[in-house]
């Protein structure tokens, strides 16, 4: 069974910055690609950023040069830096993970974390 721990939202004010983590526990299994999403209030989820097990990154025009994605394969953790934050950047950022044991690939979530952008 995998689980997914978030960690590090909270409210800042514009141009802070932010570092969300992510703890994947999943006994045997196999962590491919990891990365975050978000969702504002009455929006679709979207893609934040991806990061590979080798760690190629990809992130949404909206965040790139901004955000920044690591993950510690060792520790099943992938963590993003936010900076530079803009009020329209306030959403549940939830992290994912694509898995997979035995042959088997599936993706999970988080439950979420806010992110909050104000003065």
């Known amino acids: 069974q995998v689980q997914l721990v978030e960690s590090g939202g909270g409210l800042v004010q514009p141009g802070g910055s932010l570092r969300l983590s992510c703890e994947a526990s999943?006994?045997?299994?196999?962590?491919?690609?990891m990365g975050w999403y978000r969702q504002a209030p009455g929006k679709q989820r979207d893609m934040v950023g991806i990061?590979?097990?080798?760690?190629?990154?990809n992130y949404a025009d909206s965040v790139k040069g901004r955000f920044t994605l690591s993950r510690d394969n060792a520790k099943k953790t992938v963590y993003l830096q936010m900076n530079s934050l803009k009020p329209e950047d306030t959403a549940v950022y939830f992290c994912?993970?694509?898995?997979?044991?035995?042959?088997?690939?599936?993706?999970?979530w988080g439950q979420g974390t806010q992110v909050t952008v104000s003065s």
């Open positions: 994912y993970a694509a898995a997979g044991i035995a042959g088997s690939l599936d993706n999970y």
């Open positions: 999943g006994r045997f299994f196999t962590f491919y690609n």
């Open positions: 990061i590979t097990r080798s760690g190629t990154t």
